[in-house]
């Protein structure tokens, strides 16, 4: 069975561009979560979705950040205009069920310049 | 205030010394406690689920168990392998992580 993957899994841009990350959840999976970790932080959690509606996006730092998940498959996550604040490591999950375990991807490192 | 520690931040063992890692959390209506191993450059990966005081989880050389108040991650005679960070998460409503124990054991 495939895992979480996401892409890219790195990317570098200037400030004020737009960067736009892809994740493909586990097949079946209904519940897609982003989370970013910051340098020197823990991870913390963006947003969640259920198929394709947004259940809880109280994590998401401001109205830079859109997340979309077209058809209730995989999500994007676009940063615009990016800030040097957004560098990080943005890293997707998903599960069965919301109480359930989350299988994480192997992340997007992004850096903005 | 939601609030998951872990400690100690790094621990440095020698291979079959067995030792416990910490996760202290203060949370409404707990969900449940996840522990996740993370290797450099990779994405957490799951390792147990607790869901009520008193439970207990085991595979191979690790055991995760809950109380009220923390979690502990028992690692008995480690091997280099076991090297990496570990991860407690505890979901109310999203899911919130500790900072992470840095693991290494040395041959």
């Known amino acids: 069975e495939a895992g979480v993957t996401q892409f890219p899994s790195h990317s570098v841009i200037e400030k004020g561009q737009t960067v736009t990350l892809r994740c493909d959840p586990i097949s079946g999976h209904d519940n897609l979560y982003w989370y970013r970790r910051v340098m020197g932080k823990e991870i913390k959690f963006l947003l969640h979705f259920v198929k394709e509606s947004k259940q809880d996006e109280s994590g998401m730092p401001n109205n830079r950040f859109l997340a979309e998940r077209t058809g209730g498959t995989y999500s994007t996550l676009k940063v615009q205009p990016a800030e040097l604040e957004d560098s990080g490591v943005y890293f997707c999950?998903?599960?069965?069920?919301?109480?359930?375990?989350?299988?994480f991807g192997p992340g997007t490192r992004l850096t903005v310049t | 205030e939601d609030q998951v520690t872990q400690s100690p931040e790094a621990l440095r063992l020698q291979e079959g010394e067995s030792s416990s890692l910490n996760c202290s959390y203060t949370?409404?209506?707990?969900?449940?406690l996840f522990w996740y191993r993370q290797d450099p450059g990779k994405g957490p990966e799951f390792l147990f689920t607790l869901y009520s005081a008193g439970e207990e989880k085991e595979k191979e050389r690790l055991k995760a168990t809950l109380t009220k108040k923390e979690s502990f991650l028992h690692i008995t005679a480690p091997k280099p392998e076991d090297s990496a960070t570990y991860l407690c998460a505890v979901q109310a409503g999203d899911m919130r992580f500790g900072a992470g124990t840095r693991l290494t054991v040395k041959p």
């Open positions: 949370v409404s209506g707990l969900r449940g």
């Open positions: 999950a998903s599960s069965q069920a919301r109480a359930a375990e989350q299988y």
